[in-house]
């Protein structure tokens, strides 16, 4: 289908005010993460990604205000957002946004479920797109399902399949309409107008007294109005998460398109076992993947990376040609052909330059770490900033700690750094300075020095035989 959407002519309601009572949720069901991301997050961001503006998308919250200053946080305070007091419906979370709907500049509305996440940005643009080129009134997006079981049927007109009866509820159908596979999701979008006029007519004659907004489709169809349903014919669009186990399911499905997707641009993976990258995570083509490995948290992995099993990376860049083995990189920049681990642990705000080698059990903390630098294997270095081509010996630690206040090293360029150097910080060393094995450093030290910091050794001649 040829794609024809106006991305100005379109306005989105989240109905996002449930509970989660049945997740054992403390805050709004919308908030239960998927691939470590709030399901809220990831029904705008597709809203987004199919042209919504962030003024013109309003999430219905709950009435409960820990829980929207929740979905507020989660979602940046970046939309409008509006409350719903008491749980009467489907019609009336969607009235709550009134006046959003009222001010909208845009000809069309889409409502969407804050639980149900994995309708995908192509969806909606296929969706929409038929949407308008029907000219429709309302359009509902359906799907086939193997197990039609407890959703609404769609019943089509069988002297024109365009045209839509009504959505029968599972209550109401009879034995030929139970055997519908064509199910309603719950994503509607409206012209602007019909949706005034649905709200202003739907009522709560039924047995739950509540206002639900497939009954929509009956009046406007008493006003001659135009209503048409998609059938994106993915069961994923009407999957939503009401327990913890099915959210585990869901995220078994989201974590597999993940991976489909970045293999399909170039990624390669040893294999899937324990394998979960967050949506927001890019990687470039030609970089492996092995078991056992988690990317969350708008991570950036570059081309031709290996990222090896057990590796754990959230909020951080990682240069092109970089190997991280079994290793732990939180909220720091890790340049290009980097070697990290295996078992090292990069804390937040670290900058470590191109062509670095962090070596098994390093800890590095707050600092930076300039080219070709070699910090071989367990060592701490913490709050600071070192220049290029320094070797660390084994069991290094910079002290940045007194009990009180936290201080800065500074090391120079082409430093050698015996085994067991403690430096206590704020010390500085200069450009080419040895420090001697076991030698705890306490003043600065200036260009081109060597630095022995120990007692002298005594030996104890006999002291064995005395004892």
């Known amino acids: 289908m040829k794609n024809i959407i106006n991305k100005k002519n379109i306005s989105a309601i989240i109905l996002a005010a449930g509970e989660g009572k049945r997740m054992k949720s403390k805050t709004s069901k919308v908030l239960c993460e998927l691939l470590f991301e709030p399901m ?6 597709s809203l987004q990604k199919l042209g919504c503006s962030n003024s013109e998308i309003c999430i219905v919250c709950p009435d409960d205000n820990d829980s929207k200053d929740l979905i507020v946080l ?21 009235k709550q946004a009134i006046d959003f709907i009222k001010n909208s500049k845009n000809d069309n509305i889409l409502i969407m479920l804050g639980d149900a996440p994995l309708v995908s940005e192509n969806i909606l643009k296929d969706f929409y797109d038929y949407h308008l080129s029907e000219n429709n009134s309302l359009t509902i997006l359906s799907s086939e399902i193997k197990n039609p079981f407890g959703y609404g049927r769609i019943l089509r007109d069988p002297n024109n399949s365009k045209n839509i009866l009504k959505i029968v509820e599972e209550l109401d159908c009879n034995q030929d309409q139970k055997l519908i596979s064509e199910i309603n999701s719950g994503v509607m979008c409206f012209k602007k107008q019909a949706l005034l006029i649905a709200l202003d007519k739907i009522n709560n004659n039924n047995i739950k007294n509540e206002y639900y907004i497939t009954s929509a489709v009956d009046i406007l169809k008493a006003e001659n109005q135009k209503i048409g349903a998609y059938n994106c014919q993915d069961e994923k669009v009407v999957l939503g998460a009401n327990t913890r186990f099915e959210l585990l399911k869901m995220n078994e499905i989201a ?32 970089s492996v993947i092995y078991p056992g490995v988690i990317l969350k948290d708008f991570c950036e992995i570059g081309e031709n990376c290996v990222i090896t099993s057990n590796s754990f990376i959230s909020k951080s860049s990682i240069g092109s040609g970089s190997i991280i083995k079994s290793s732990y990189i939180d909220n720091s920049k890790i340049g290009e052909n980097v070697k990290i681990g295996p078992f090292s642990n990069i804390r937040p705000n670290c900058d470590i330059k191109s062509g670095v080698k962090i070596g098994d059990f390093v800890e590095i903390k707050n600092s930076n770490i300039d080219q070709n630098t070699s910090v071989a294997h367990l060592t701490y270095i913490g709050d600071s900033d070192v220049g290029q081509k320094v070797n660390f010996g084994c069991g290094c630690v910079t002290v940045n700690y007194n009990g009180l206040e936290k201080h800065r090293t500074i090391i120079g360029n082409d430093c050698f750094i015996g085994c067991n150097t403690n430096l206590i910080a704020p010390v500085k060393l200069g450009d080419g300075v040895y420090t001697a094995a076991g030698s705890t450093i306490t003043d600065d030290i200036p260009d081109g020095a060597m630095s022995i910091a120990r007692s002298r050794q005594i030996n104890k001649t006999n002291w064995k035989l005395k004892k």
């Open 74 to 94: 989660a979602t940046n305070n970046k939309f409008c957002y509006a409350t719903q007091k008491q749980r009467l419906g489907t019609a009336h979370a969607v």
């Open 40 to 45: 809220i997050s990831w029904v705008s961001r």
């Open 255 to 286: 974590r597999l398109e993940v991976i489909k997707n970045l293999a399909e641009n170039g990624i390669e993976f040893i294999s899937t076992e324990g394998v979960v990258i967050s949506p927001s995570v890019k990687i470039g083509a030609g």
